[in-house]
Nanobody
Framework: QVQPVESGGGLVQAGGSLSLSCQAS????????MGWFRQAPGKEREFVAA????????YYADSVKGRFTISRDNTKNTVYLQMNSLKPEDTSVYYC???????????WGKGTLVTVSS
């Protein structure tokens, strides 16, 4: 069972940038398409971005398209999410997971909190 470990969250002002990382604990992510999800306080968890096992193609939710970039380094067993032009509405706990399309398929990690101040 692959257990994701997310990191890189923090507090940033609107318009700023953050880079999140997701590493696998246990088994490897290699061979699996991976995705990022987020859950804001009082809301359901939602899809943010996905990437194929090879690194291309990638998919994004309309709300982050053009601002966020998902990437992966299979040699480091790590998936990344570069977030630019952050908005207060991006404030959430961010999680990564194996995906099928935009649906999470594996175990959830603890996530990493991103807070964007206005």
């Amino acid at each position: 069972q692959v257990q994701p470990v997310e990191s890189g969250g923090g507090l940033v002002q609107a318009g700023g940038s953050l880079s999140l990382s997701c590493q696998a604990s246990g088994r490897t992510f290699s061979g699996y398409p991976m995705g990022w999800f987020r859950q804001a306080p009082g809301k359901e968890r939602e899809f943010v971005a996905a990437i194929s096992w090879s690194g291309s193609p990638t998919y994004y939710a309309d709300s982050v398209k053009g601002r966020f970039t998902i990437s992966r380094d299979n040699t480091k067993n790590t998936v990344y999410l570069q977030m630019n032009s952050l908005k207060p509405e991006d404030t959430s706990v961010y999680y990564c997971n194996r995906v099928l399309g935009t649906t999470a398929m594996g175990s959830w990690g603890k996530g990493t909190l991103v807070t964007v101040s206005s």
